[in-house]
């Protein structure tokens, strides 16, 4: 049985993978990114647009570099989603908007085993939302 935080970060990573973008400026992304004793790796990158506004831009860093989606989503190791804010047009309540119907839909609409999880995020974001500023979303095992 996967834990809530796993369902979190699955669901989290299979949005960033469904999600339309275009590959994002590599000077953005560090090729890695330290996560405790882990150096992880830049998987991909890519940026989301909206009526050709770029809105985020947005890295995936894994421990290894893999191109299955499934091994991916299914991997219990360390793994961060960097995102960076690149309007002004991002607002906490878009953004809180998005995630949640972000969720629902990869989520199948079962949001619940993850609904504290989900609220945290979007705590996070409640506190105010830049052009410029990143989000580092990083997920590790419990031990």
Known sequence: M???IQLLVAAFVGLMLTLPMV???SALFPDTMQV???ALVLNGAGTRKKLFIS???AGLYLKQKSSDAHAILTADEPMAIRLIITSSLVTPEKMTKA????F???TGGNTAPIAAEIEKMIGVFRQGIEDGDVFDMIYQ???
């Open 2 to 4: 996967r834990t809530p």
């Open 23 to 25: 590959q994002a400026d």
């Open 36 to 38: 405790g004793p882990d």
């Open 55 to 57: 809105v985020y831009r």
């Open 99 to 102: 995630t949640r119907e972000g």
């Open 104 to 106: 629902r839909k990869s």
């Open 141 to 143: 095992p419990q031990t």
